[in-house]
């Protein structure tokens, strides 16, 4: 590949900003053509009344985890109405034996979803897989540093002060997540397996490209996708 392509294909990944709408506070962004992605704190979110559907799906969650869920699939449905029109963002939304979301009735659009902490991410691919994750940092332990990462990246995050090195694990984790989340295998794909190299914003892995938010969210947060998309 020449040095103009990878700056092409760098180009295309680049996330930019879409228009906030009225929620303002929502970090929604565009990559390339296909994808569509979104990040927001649960609190922004509390405010608007469930889908019935989506309640159907908490069921007797503790209320931590259930209000989690409900602002996901809230954020999820804001992002699917300013892209795809109204009728879009009431769609059902079904979940694969493996957990994994869908839309029954938008089978060409593929979507994501994720939570932690108090933050709420969500992505839409059309026509591509797609998979988003996003994560709080926490204290990152020797063992898990030694599993999830290469004796070089390992080495850089040494170098880091502890919360820096955290806060830098964090946004490994969520690229690795992501991928698995994009094809589907969820943790039976080994996310710690995939190969991140320490502070990137882009890569590629498998057949998918992944893209870290970094500059966009307060919070690490990544999504993978289909090389296809443009």
């Known amino acids: 590949m020449t040095t103009r392509q990878r700056a092409a294909l760098a180009c295309r ?9 009225r929620h303002g506070d929502v970090v929604r962004l565009r990559l390339g053509a296909r994808v569509r992605v979104a990040v927001a704190e649960q609190r922004l979110l509390a405010q608007l ?25 809230a954020l999820l449905r804001l992002l699917l109405a300013a892209e795809l029109g109204r009728t879009a963002g009431a769609t059902p939304i079904a979940a694969h034996d493996g957990g994994q979301p869908h839309l029954p009735e938008w089978p060409e659009v593929s979507v994501s979803l ?12 059309r026509g591509i897989p797609v998979g988003v994750d996003v994560q709080v940092p926490v204290p990152a332990p020797p063992a898990l540093l030694r599993r999830c990462c290469a004796p070089a990246v390992r080495a850089a995050l040494d170098r880091l002060p502890e919360p820096a090195r955290d806060r830098e694990f964090a946004w490994i984790w ?20 995939i190969a991140v190299p320490a502070g990137r914003r882009t890569g590629r892995w498998a057949d998918l490209r992944w893209v870290s938010l970094r500059g966009h ?14």
């Open 174 to 193: 969520t690229v690795q997540e992501a991928c698995v989340k994009a094809t589907g295998a969820g943790l039976a794909g080994r996310p710690w397996a």
């Open 114 to 125: 994720s939570h932690d902490a108090g933050t709420v991410a969500a992505a839409l691919g």
């Open 49 to 73: 009344p469930p889908a019935p559907s989506d309640l159907a799906t908490v069921g007797d969650l503790p209320a931590g985890p259930r209000a989690e869920r409900l602002a996901a699939r």
């Open 217 to 230: 969210t307060r919070v690490p947060a990544s999504v993978a996708y289909g090389v296809g998309a443009r």
């Open 13 to 21: 990944a680049r996330p930019r900003r879409a228009t906030a709408g």
